[in-house]
């Protein structure tokens, strides 16, 4: 509602508020910009609209003109779980909270920025919108336009998991698989978005107004913590929009002076694609991840081809916050799902449980201290992982075959 253009994040040039994918004059990335002055008005935050559901009660926030274009499900409001069992379990002297992401309606926190990307398209009077995911980002951005009787066209790695390919579909999606990564996928939806002229929806850092949504994160936290902030939010990181726009929320409430200091964010990968953490660990720039990729957390497998712009913001704010990047192996993944799922009793996929076994390893790496509190995102529901393993129920006929 505040927002007032579009700026470049590397030459500050500043563009009028409507679909763009990155600066004419130099190919930065570009990022929403408000008049700050009626944006940071703490009522926005203490007395949020009523008349919407979840994360539209703060559409003050963000940069939708008219509240007529918003296309909800009801997404957002997700609870904050404490995770006693699982600190006890692992004997980690930490405070540590669940926020549990799954719940939205699609199934994975992608309805956040799909729920604003559709809307702003909406707004823009597009009849069509494109998106390019690993899983998650399809099948949100379908039923948003489903919602709003809008076209939508998926392109997706080869690869991606039927359970998310059927779900995409059954909003009545027209999804495409492309026979290569996500990289591969994304360059083929820009190419269509381009074209046809078909807003570009994808999660990454691409459309500027999808990263706006994931602000309401850091709001919700606020509430639900009472105001308290978390030492720590751990966050499983694709090219890192959902950290990024969750530390931005935060700096928005301390510039609003209702709190008094900001989180660290920790972003997490698979060790088998971990551009951004390789970085971090090296201190060099962001390069495309080239070496294959067998991970059962699909969701966040992301090699930055000819994106790593895209990587380097996630970084900046990573530095900025004084956060860090760290990986997990499959095992470690294994470990993250099942515990999400038997100590909390939360359905989660792979992809979405890493922010939990982050906070383990990092403990034990002295970066998180004992006595911190942290918050973990727990971004994608078990439904949409089809490739478990389970053992077959034995058979019995009576109650004295039972054992347990
Ligand atoms: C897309 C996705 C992520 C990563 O989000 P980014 O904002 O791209 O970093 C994390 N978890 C799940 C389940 C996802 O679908
Ligand atoms: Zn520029």
Redesign the pocket.
């Known amino acids: 509602m505040f927002a007032t253009h579009l700026r470049c994040r590397d030459c500050q040039a500043q563009y009028d508020l409507k679909m763009m994918y990155a600066c004419p004059k130099c190919g930065g990335l570009l990022e929403v910009e408000y008049d700050q002055a009626n944006l940071l008005n703490p009522e926005h935050i203490l007395h949020p609209d009523s008349d919407f559901y979840g994360l539209w009660k703060f559409h003050r926030m963000l940069p939708l003109k008219d509240t007529k274009n918003i296309v909800s499900l009801g997404e957002g409001d997700t609870p904050i779980l404490r995770a006693d069992r699982i600190s006890q379990t692992w004997e980690l002297p930490i405070d540590l909270y669940l926020k549990a992401e799954m719940l939205n309606p699609s199934g994975?926190?992608?309805d956040r920025p799909s729920t604003m990307a559709v809307s702003m398209a909406k707004e823009l009077g597009h009849k069509a919108v494109v998106v390019a995911s690993s899983g998650?980002?399809s099948a949100a951005v379908a039923s948003y336009a489903a919602r709003a009787g809008i076209q939508c066209i998926v392109f997706i790695p080869k690869s991606t998991d039927p359970g998310k390919i059927v779900q995409a579909q059954s909003y009545g999606a027209k999804v495409f698989a492309v026979d290569g990564t996500f990289s591969d996928a994304y360059d083929m939806s820009m190419k269509c978005a381009v074209e046809y002229d078909f807003p570009n929806c994808t999660?990454?850092y691409v459309n500027p107004y999808t990263v706006e949504a994931n602000k309401t994160v850091a709001y919700e936290i606020f509430y639900q913590l009472k105001g308290n902030v978390p030492d720590y939010i751990t966050v499983?990181?694709?090219?890192?929009?959902?950290?990024a726009g969750t530390f931005k929320g935060f700096e928005e409430l301390l510039a609003m002076g209702l709190i008094t200091k900001l989180p660290k964010m920790i972003g997490v990968q698979a060790q088998q694609c971990m551009p951004i953490v390789r970085a971090f660990t090296d201190g060099s720039p962001v390069l495309a991840w080239q070496e294959p990729i067998h991970t059962i957390a699909g969701?966040?497998a992301d090699p930055l081809d000819g994106y790593t712009k895209d990587g380097e913001t996630t970084l900046k704010v990573i530095d900025l916050c004084s956060g860090a990047m760290v990986s997990l192996t499959e095992e470690e993944i294994k470990k993250s799902t099942d515990a999400v799922e038997q100590l909390i009793g939360l359905y989660s996929?792979p992809?979405?449980a890493v922010s939990v076994g982050a906070v383990e390893k990092l403990f034990h790496e002295n970066v998180i201290p004992a006595g911190s509190s942290v918050v973990c995102l727990v971004?994608?529901h078990g439904f949409k992982f089809t490739k478990r393993s389970f053992s077959s129920p034995s058979v019995i006929h009576t109650l004295t075959d039972l054992t347990f």
């Open positions: 994975s926190f992608k998650n980002a999660s990454t499983p990181i694709g090219t890192g929009p959902l950290l969701g966040i996929e992809t979405g971004t994608g």
